[in-house]
């Protein structure tokens, strides 16, 4: 029996659709649960065999909640086959779209004690519509600095499929 459970940090949904991908695309595995970290209950941890973390970036840096999770159930998770990954848009980047070289999973490793079995950079979502003023703004300038695409009315995915889709096959 593999139970597997993919839980997500995300603000705006991005990685819950990579989530929801990646179950779509994970073999011999019997039962898939994918939940959002804030209303998961940790009792439930017991249940599954083996457990993906997938969380977003967003000012850079992950949710507080995740690093609370990990830290209380480091053991747990580690009793089982595990994977992390990050999604961000600096890892639209070819030089950053790696554990090793993208920033924030630079951060993450630095951050907490846990030291997942597979990791894994995937590049997110710019959606400008979807934004408050503010929010907007900030994120037009960084893409302005970084050669993003900065047309406030643009909805951009940067996410490559065949990446995440290999990322289900190895786990
Ligand atoms: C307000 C805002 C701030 C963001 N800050 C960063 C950032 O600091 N670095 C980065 O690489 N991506 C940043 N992003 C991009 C997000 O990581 C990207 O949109 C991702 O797809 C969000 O995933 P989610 O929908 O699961 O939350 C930001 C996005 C927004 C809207």
């Given at each position: 029996m593999n139970r597997c459970l993919i839980?997500?940090?995300t603000t705006d949904g991005h990685t819950k659709k990579i989530c929801d991908y990646i179950a779509n695309n994970l073999d011999e595995v019997n039962k898939i649960s994918v939940v959002n970290i804030t209303s998961f209950n940790q009792k439930d941890l017991d249940n599954?065999?083996?457990?993906?973390i997938g969380a977003s970036i967003r000012y850079g840096r992950h949710q507080n909640l995740?690093?609370?999770?990990?830290n209380k159930n480091r053991e747990k998770l580690d009793a089982k086959k595990n994977a992390f990954f990050t999604v961000n848009v600096v890892a639209r980047k070819m030089e950053k779209n790696l554990p090793q070289t993208n920033p924030y999973m630079i951060k993450f490793l630095k951050l907490t004690k846990?030291?997942?079995?597979?990791?894994d950079v995937f590049a997110g979502r710019i959606n400008y519509p979807k934004y408050g003023f503010i929010d907007k703004y900030v994120i037009r300038f960084?893409?302005?600095?970084t050669k993003g695409p900065t047309d406030t009315r643009?909805?951009?995915?940067?996410?490559?499929?065949?990446?995440?889709?290999?990322f289900a096959?190895?786990?």
């Amino acid at each position: 029996m593999n139970r597997c459970l993919i839980l997500y940090s995300t603000t705006d949904g991005h990685t819950k659709k990579i989530c929801d991908y990646i179950a779509n695309n994970l073999d011999e595995v019997n039962k898939i649960s994918v939940v959002n970290i804030t209303s998961f209950n940790q009792k439930d941890l017991d249940n599954y065999d083996s457990i993906i973390i997938g969380a977003s970036i967003r000012y850079g840096r992950h949710q507080n909640l995740l690093y609370k999770f990990i830290n209380k159930n480091r053991e747990k998770l580690d009793a089982k086959k595990n994977a992390f990954f990050t999604v961000n848009v600096v890892a639209r980047k070819m030089e950053k779209n790696l554990p090793q070289t993208n920033p924030y999973m630079i951060k993450f490793l630095k951050l907490t004690k846990w030291k997942p079995q597979h990791l894994d950079v995937f590049a997110g979502r710019i959606n400008y519509p979807k934004y408050g003023f503010i929010d907007k703004y900030v994120i037009r300038f960084i893409m302005w600095l970084t050669k993003g695409p900065t047309d406030t009315r643009g909805d951009f995915e940067f996410t490559d499929w065949d990446k995440v889709k290999s990322f289900a096959k190895i786990f």
